[in-house]
């Protein structure tokens, strides 16, 4: 499994830690934990919260790039980014956010055009007191079992934010 959201663990300026953080960068990579490169049709699953519409876009954007270019893309929604697969759809998700004129619903509509897989996340509808129908078509509600069995999964990168 590969987490390819990584901040920085320690910033120390002290010239003794220079060579550990060497070292503990060497035997990540080593060791396969720091982000690889994806393998063409690897599996992709992205865990998408970002409340804000331009980060949603932008995860979307790499999303729909990636299942273009031949990966099997799952996206689970969840908090207001769930907000975007509902029928009826925020205004905040209808109003431009790249340079080219996409919202946030126009790349969500591309990514299952494509083949890509969206779900909301298991507690999406419950908190919100809607039900399956509430979802426009081709997004349904994930099930946690088989969120965590992807994650488990050592061939499905991970992405999210």
Known sequence: MVILAMTPLVTFQDKRMKPV????????????????????GQKMLMLLSAPAAEAQAFNLVLANQLQASGHGVHV????????????????????AVTPQGMTVRSLLEGLLKKGGTVQVCAIYLPNRKLQADALMEGVSAARPQDVAAMIADPAIKIMGQ
């Not at 953080?21 to 063409?40: E, F, I, N």
């Not at 689970?76 to 109003?95: I, S, Y």
């Open 21 to 40: 953080l060497k070292t503990l960068s060497t035997a990540l990579l080593a060791t396969g934990l720091m982000a690889s490169p994806a393998v063409a």
């Open 76 to 95: 689970v929604l969840c908090g207001e980014a769930g907000d975007v697969a509902l029928k009826a759809v925020p205004d905040a998700a209808t109003k």
